[in-house]
């Protein structure tokens, strides 16, 4: 089963598609887009690979970023492997872009 707490599976019958629910905002409409199996393994693959950089896996907030950076690329049909770690790296580095260093934190 994925890692992502952003997201709701819910069952779609026989087929092997599930409809992803995001996680949405009080008074905003959930938006429903059809992700495969495949897809949805995809993107688990690479949130644990890119998180891994991050103390144990990454904290919420840093995992969140990252999924949810993924999620908009795979409704787009961003859906490969490279695609999606492309998508991944990026988000990783506007988190530590944005972050202040080591050195900031010290003075």
Request: aromatic share 2%.
């Given at each position: ?8 599976i819910i ?82 580095k506007e ?6 260093s080591d ?5």
């Amino acid at each position: 089963m994925p890692v992502f707490p952003e997201f709701a599976i819910i069952e779609a019958g026989p087929s092997l598609a599930k409809d992803v629910v995001s996680a949405h905002a009080p008074g905003e409409v959930a938006s429903m887009t059809r992700l495969d199996d495949r897809t949805i393994a995809n993107m688990d693959i690479v949130l644990e690979e890119t998180c891994s950089v991050f103390p144990h896996g990454g904290d919420h907030e840093h995992r969140r970023h990252i999924a949810q950076k993924l999620k908009l690329s795979a409704r787009r049909g961003n859906t490969t492997l490279g695609g999606l770690r492309a998508v991944a790296q990026s988000a990783l580095k506007e988190i530590t872009r944005d972050a202040p260093s080591d050195r900031q934190l010290r003075n």
